[in-house]
């Protein structure tokens, strides 16, 4: 079992829908979850963190953390072209204390 | 200017030769860190550096080291170049919470 999975997609969603990211994680000790963007041929960029169960707003993004289940979300209201990419999922705070990605998931916003 | 500099941004060798990465970043974070990205496996990281004296080895380090010349400067040097270490390599910086990467090199072993 991979310590962080996501599902690579591609997700297509339609213009000014809710796109909804997943992630899992192994490792019940894990206390800090981040989700970051990769557009195709760039450097990842924090897109926000999350620490405590519940949900965590920002703008339109929404990250959700539900450590019982060991799932972390990401939804993306009113979905735009410009937000097709790559949503990369980190976690850390585990038995390593290391990040760890997972493989990201391919979002594509349908104009 | 950018937060976390790398250079070259795009490198062709041959098997078997030296070859060095080098990164900058002007955040004045302590921490360092250098991953790879290989499609379907996505961010792994190599070697991290919580300050000037202090470097250790990620989940791949093997074929590869690392030199903490000062805060601010990190490189990663491939002693002997082989064709599975080609890949989009990164460097990164953090202040403790989340990493800032740089643009990526792009290295290709032939």
């Known amino acids: 079992q991979k310590e962080v999975e996501q599902n690579s997609g591609p997700l297509s969603v339609p213009e000014g829908a809710i796109a909804s990211l997943n992630c899992t994680y192994s490792?019940?000790?894990?206390?800090?979850f981040f989700w970051y963007r990769q557009y195709s041929g760039k450097s990842p960029e924090l897109i926000m963190f999350?620490?405590?169960?519940g949900d965590k707003e920002d703008g339109r993004f929404t990250a959700q953390l539900n450590k019982a289940s060991q799932y972390v979300s990401l939804l993306i209201r009113d979905s735009q072209p410009s937000d097709s990419a790559t949503y990369l999922c980190?976690?850390?705070?585990?038995?390593?204390?290391?990040?760890?990605f997972g493989t990201g998931t391919l979002l594509a916003v349908q104009p | 200017d950018a937060d976390v500099t790398q250079t070259p941004r795009n490198r062709i060798t041959k098997t078997g030769k030296r070859i060095m990465l080098e990164c900058s970043q002007t955040k004045g974070h302590d921490r360092m860190y250098w991953y790879r990205q290989d499609p379907g496996l996505g961010l792994r990281l190599i070697y991290y550096s919580f300050d000037v004296k202090d470097i250790n080895k990620g989940e791949i380090s093997d074929g590869y080291s690392v030199s903490r010349q000062a805060q601010a400067k990190f490189s990663l040097s491939l002693e002997s170049a082989i064709p599975n270490q080609t890949a989009l390599y990164f460097c990164?910086?953090?202040?403790?919470?989340?990493?800032?990467f740089g643009p990526g090199t792009r290295l290709t072993v032939t």
């Open positions: 990164a910086t953090s202040d403790g919470t989340s990493l800032i």
């Open positions: 980190a976690v850390t705070g585990g038995a390593t204390n290391k990040l760890i």
């Open positions: 490792d019940r000790g894990s206390q800090s």
């Open positions: 999350i620490y405590s169960n």
